[in-house]
């Protein structure tokens, strides 16, 4: 056995480690059943152990072996591949779409994550092999709590305000504030709607906020984490029982309308506000410099 | 082929104000048109939309 040996297991276990503490089941309620998670660990495995291996190879001069770093990389781009395809394919028998935003931001997540399994087994590798095992230790802690701070985007209660409005009717059509959501001919669905139905208005707190709200993509993510969460009053047959999230276009605010199964106010703002604000929805007006040369 | 957001049905209690397209469903009263629109609505995969008080469409979207 050569010296090497204990930090690659070392640092293969650290990789593990991290993965596993990624794989939680978590607002995106994916993945959930067994199989789907060791689909995720064998390929965090196989990560870890192209990150162990790394130090030892360039120590041993052998700098031709990290060429298989490239295999590695285009490996995890099919992860993503495998995600959306998968998670797409789902999308059409969901009563509430995750949509393609939400979909593809959980796809980059499960890619991203596999190249910091990478980084963690590096590092604990790196550190077990220059210092002893206890700062390989140390490491592997320190990745942890790293990782949980970056990989927790903002949320939506970080970037709007939001209230509850009751649902009206103005004629036939649905309105949340002085928001139109839809037309809803039939009586009865109107009674349905009234007595299910709930409205939130999400203010932006700042402009940047207003074009990220105003993102389809993300609209449809409130609106499915929000079925998730608190159940959907809807069924196939049934188009006009339909959440639906509408823009102010005078002042940037979104009105929410869900139908939720359980009707419980707090509960239902607490899991708007926990609603992640998708990497794939956010603008920054602001950063644009109008005065830059080369620009408009 | 999948239609969207096409007028699938009329249904109407005044017979000057339909277009001459889709399926149109003449109705003697309110309710009568109500129930058309139910159905029509659960069959068609559609939703009832009103257009004035005597005149609903039937649209998938």
Redesign the interface.
């Known amino acids: 056995m050569n010296g090497f040996m204990s930090p690659i297991i070392v640092g293969i276990v650290a990789g593990v480690i991290i993965r596993l503490f990624m794989l939680r089941s978590d607002y995106r309620q994916y993945p959930t059943y067994l199989h789907g998670k060791i689909i995720h660990i064998a390929l965090g495995v196989i990560a870890a152990g192209l990150g162990s291996i790394i130090v030892p190879a360039l120590m041993q001069k052998d700098y031709t072996a990290i060429t298989f770093l490239t295999i590695a990389a285009s490996q995890f781009r099919e992860v993503r591949n495998m995600e959306r395809n998968t998670l797409t394919g789902l999308d059409d028998y969901e009563l509430v779409k995750r949509g393609n935003t939400y979909i593809e931001g959980i796809a980059i997540a499960f890619e991203g994550r596999n190249y910091l399994v990478i980084l963690t087994s590096l590092l604990v590798n790196a550190t077990y092999i220059y210092f002893n095992i206890w700062f390989a230790i140390l490491a592997t802690i320190l990745c942890v709590l790293g990782c949980r701070k970056l990989m927790s985007g903002s949320t939506l209660k970080d970037i709007v305000d939001i209230t509850y409005v009751e649902p009206r009717f103005d004629g036939a059509g649905l309105y949340v504030d002085n928001i139109y959501i839809m037309n809803i001919g039939l009586p009865a669905r109107q009674e349905e709607v009234l007595r299910y139905g709930m409205g939130f208005i999400l203010k932006p707190k700042n402009f940047n906020v207003r074009t990220t709200i105003a993102n389809l993509g993300q609209r449809q993510a409130i609106l499915h984490d929000t079925a998730v969460a608190l159940g959907v009053y809807r069924d196939s047959g049934t188009p006009a029982l339909v959440p639906l999230a509408k823009r102010d276009l005078d002042d940037g605010r979104v009105a929410v309308f869900i139908l939720p199964q359980e009707k419980d106010i707090d509960k239902a703002i607490k899991v708007i506000g926990n609603v992640p604000t998708l990497e794939n929805a956010i603008r920054l007006p602001s950063k644009i410099d109008s005065n830059e040369k080369g620009l408009l | 082929m999948v239609i969207e957001k096409y007028i699938l049905a009329v249904i109407t209690t005044n017979k000057e104000k339909v277009p001459v397209a889709p399926a149109v469903f003449y109705c003697d009263t309110i309710e009568e048109m109500?129930t058309f629109?139910?159905n029509l609505?659960?069959i068609l995969?559609?939703?009832?939309?009103?257009l004035s008080d005597d005149v609903?469409i039937i649209v998938?979207?």
């Open positions: 109500n629109g139910a609505e659960a995969d559609g939703i009832a939309h009103k609903f998938k979207h």
